[in-house]
């Protein structure tokens, strides 16, 4: 049997050469696990292949036949940015034939504003384009705006955000056809995190440090302006409203994702 935490179990034996699915989301630590853990946990193993990445946007795809106990991890596959959750999980069973899917599970309010906070960062990096076009940049979308999209499109197409954050939804979804193990990504603060990684992937845990996450930051954000180009007082103002809309994204008393989606509800009653 799986360790406990495990959803819509399917017994697969820790002993067998099963394999091993870790599909995210984004922003719970795939980098880091990625980068020091996967490549040592002693299975043949494939990070963000091509075929996993067109998998997830309901492109075609070919691949040649997987190793029984092959570790793929591709937080692609849970951003359901194309297809929702059951689509990707059905495409992923025609590939692979049972095995052990891994979910890092992230507060919502958290996953939300370090997606938003990303966001930013993005979309300092398209200006340059958008002023060759238009001859505009834009301002820093609200964070509210940016949670009123992310509802909308989940509400329209059963996709973005709101799947991803819907623990239940994608256990529903890939525990039709796999074993469905959750990890609370509050055990990385203690390192837990990757001790169980190991263990639902029945490696021991490698005696080496593990590297941290590279989040967006106010740092990056002042990077990604100097790259564009755009210079002069209008940069300036740019400058501060992206830090701003970013620090309020980070302060302790931001608003929690359920305060946004009231705060959507009530404008549009307005």
């Known amino acids: 049997m799986l360790p406990s935490g495990t959803l819509y179990q399917r017994n697969t034996p820790l002993s067998a050469l099963y394999p091993v699915i870790h599909i995210g989301p984004p922003k719970t630590a795939s980098t880091t696990l990625q980068t020091d853990l996967v490549p040592f946990l002693g299975r043949p193993y494939q990070v963000k292949p091509d075929w996993a990445r067109a998998l997830a946007r309901g492109q075609p795809f070919s691949i040649a036949p997987l190793p029984p106990d092959i570790l793929i991890s591709d937080e692609i596959l849970a951003d359901f940015a194309v297809l929702t959750p059951q689509l990707v ?26 997606l938003y906070r990303q966001h930013l960062v993005n ?7 958008q002023f060759r076009e238009t001859g505009k940049v834009a301002l820093p979308v609200h964070a509210a705006e940016f949670c009123r999209r992310f509802r909308d499109e989940f509400n329209r197409q059963g996709t973005g955000f709101f799947a991803m ?4 939804l994608v256990a529903k979804s890939f525990g039709r056809h796999f074993d469905f193990a959750v990890i609370d990504f509050g ?3 203690t390192g837990e995190l990757a001790r169980e990684f190991c263990r639902l992937c029945g490696a021991p845990y490698p005696d080496k440090p593990l590297g941290r996450e590279n989040p967006a930051s106010p740092e990056r954000i002042r990077e990604a ?8 007082e209008k940069a300036q103002t740019l400058i501060d409203a992206y830090l701003a809309a970013y620090a309020a994204a980070s302060a302790p008393d931001r608003p929690s994702l359920e305060e946004l989606l009231r705060e959507i509800a009530n404008s549009r009653e307005v």
Do not use: N
């Open 123 to 129: 979309g300092i990096s398209k200006m340059p384009r």
């Open 89 to 114: 999980a059905d495409q992923l069973a025609r590939v692979i034939d049972g095995g052990v899917v891994i979910y890092v599970k992230r507060d919502r309010t958290q996953l939300f504003y370090s």
């Open 225 to 232: 302006f100097a790259e564009t180009g755009i210079g002069g």
């Open 165 to 168: 954050a819907d623990v239940e």
């Open 187 to 189: 055990l990385m603060r």
